[in-house]
């Protein structure tokens, strides 16, 4: 059946997700889950939707989240569209936006389903490389050059049309970064650009600040949130876009009918709500964060400040093996991810865990180094 499948799929490679082990077989630092368990609202409403029973098809729009969302961003509801995860949000967007052979932009190294997405699409994307110091070029402002193997392209691109880039993402905080652009310079991408720029804001909660006001402000700026990271709720699977309401109509025609289940529209509206849980979590993380950062570096490692719930983690030189140290914590049972970016280099990036958790995974970093292999 696989003759049956369209070129542009059967030629991809996919997304390949980070490792999920059978319950208890590993400390799981590899996939920037929060470690601490979501707020009870969030458990007492999914029995209590549960109670009531499962037969009836959930609200098609998500609409009660929608309301909590809108007063909590200061915005309509009519500026939400709810997804099954973001990464449902972001599949919705590039459907909406992108044509076939049509550009869509993303940053190198980030996350790495932008890409994805474009190969469904039979799409293409040009991944513009970051510099030394997660800082981007001027060009991730500009039209597309025409030049195959313009310099800040990842890989080379043949007969880029100046009007074919359809969608900018950039991921704030990045991953596997970590690192942030401030809302004054993606204000001026976005001022640069003339189409959508999509502010992936899946580890905003932890960075102190957020683009919403510059969602107000642009007509062509959009934000994507998850309920995975900063608010525990991975497992369930709910995201959500902040856009202007004219861009919402649109992708409101391309999303599946009904999306998100009752489940998730229930807990995902319940933790919302509880903002205390979110401050007192995330002030957690953060500490959690920046020890972890400290230490790392008190080792040996060069790790970018970040703002997000992981951090990334390189060794200066080729004396000690990234992939060796990440199968060395495997099977002293901490997963993390091992990342190798073509042409870039490759790394660990670490989640931050509980402390004890943090405390466990550093000091088998420092046995490592010291020989225990």
């Known amino acids: 059946m696989s003759g049956f499948v369209r070129a542009?799929?059967?030629?991809?490679?996919?997304?390949?997700?980070?490792?999920?082990?059978?319950?208890?077989?590993?400390?799981?630092l590899n996939t920037n889950e929060n470690p601490y368990r979501a707020?009870?609202?969030?458990?007492?409403?999914?029995?209590?939707?549960?109670?009531?029973?499962?037969?009836?098809?959930?609200?098609?729009?998500?609409?009660?989240?929608?309301?909590?969302a809108a007063a909590l961003y200061g915005v309509e509801p009519d500026w939400i569209m709810c997804g099954n995860g973001s990464d449902d949000v972001l599949t919705v967007l590039t459907r909406s936006f992108v044509g076939e052979n049509e550009l869509l932009r993303l940053p190198y190294p980030s996350y790495i389903l932008y890409k994805s997405l474009a190969e469904i699409q039979g799409?293409?994307?040009?991944?513009?490389?970051?510099?030394?110091?997660?800082?981007?070029?001027?060009?991730?402002?500009?039209a597309p050059a025409t030049e195959p193997n313009a310099p800040w392209r990842v890989n080379p691109l043949e007969n880029v049309a100046a009007d074919s880039l359809k969608l900018v993402y950039l991921p704030n905080?990045?991953?596997?970064?970590?690192?942030?652009?401030?809302?004054?310079?993606?204000e001026k991408i976005a001022d640069s650009l003339s189409c959508p720029l999509v502010v992936d804001e899946a580890y905003a909660d932890f960075a102190g600040f957020n683009c919403v006001e510059l969602v107000k402000r642009k007509t062509n700026v959009a934000i994507?949130?998850?309920?995975?990271?900063?608010?525990?709720?991975?497992?369930?699977?709910?995201?959500?876009?902040i856009a202007r309401p004219e861009l919402i109509e649109q992708t409101l025609k391309v999303k599946d009918s009904?999306?998100?289940?009752?489940?998730?529209?229930?807990?995902?509206?319940?933790?919302?709500?509880?903002?205390?849980?979110?401050?007192?979590?995330?002030?957690?993380?953060v500490a959690t964060r920046e020890r972890q950062t400290k230490r790392m570096r008190e080792l040996g490692f060069v790790v970018p400040d970040s703002s997000a719930n992981f951090t990334w983690n390189?060794?200066?030189?080729?004396?000690?093996?990234?992939?060796?140290?990440?199968e060395y914590l495997k099977r002293n049972g901490y997963l993390v991810r091992y990342m190798n970016y073509a042409g870039w280099g490759d790394g660990l990036r670490i989640?931050?865990?509980?402390?004890?958790?943090?405390?466990?995974?550093?000091?088998?970093?420092?046995?490592?180094?010291?020989?225990?292999?």
Request: net charge negative; aromatic share 10%; proline share 5%.
């Open 224 to 241: 994507s949130r998850t309920m995975s990271k900063s608010y525990a709720l991975a497992g369930l699977r709910f995201g959500f876009l």
């Open 39 to 68: 707020t009870e609202k969030a458990y007492d409403a999914i029995r209590a939707v549960a109670d009531r029973g499962l037969s009836r098809y959930p609200n098609a729009v998500a609409q009660p989240f929608r309301e909590v």
């Open 351 to 373: 989640s931050v865990g509980t402390d004890e958790q943090t405390d466990a995974c550093l000091a088998l970093v420092e046995r490592f180094l010291n020989g225990d292999r």
């Open 314 to 326: 390189v060794w200066p030189d080729a004396s000690v093996s990234h992939k060796e140290l990440y």
């Open 8 to 28: 542009n799929v059967a030629a991809m490679a996919g997304y390949v997700p980070g490792e999920q082990p059978k319950e208890g077989e590993a400390v799981k």
């Open 173 to 186: 905080p990045n991953s596997p970064s970590g690192t942030v652009l401030s809302v004054a310079e993606i």
């Open 258 to 285: 009904y999306n998100c289940d009752g489940l998730s529209i229930a807990a995902a509206t319940a933790a919302l709500q509880d903002q205390d849980w979110l401050a007192e979590t995330t002030k957690k993380i």
């Open 123 to 142: 799409a293409r994307s040009e991944e513009v490389r970051f510099d030394a110091d997660w800082r981007l070029p001027e060009y991730f402002a500009q």
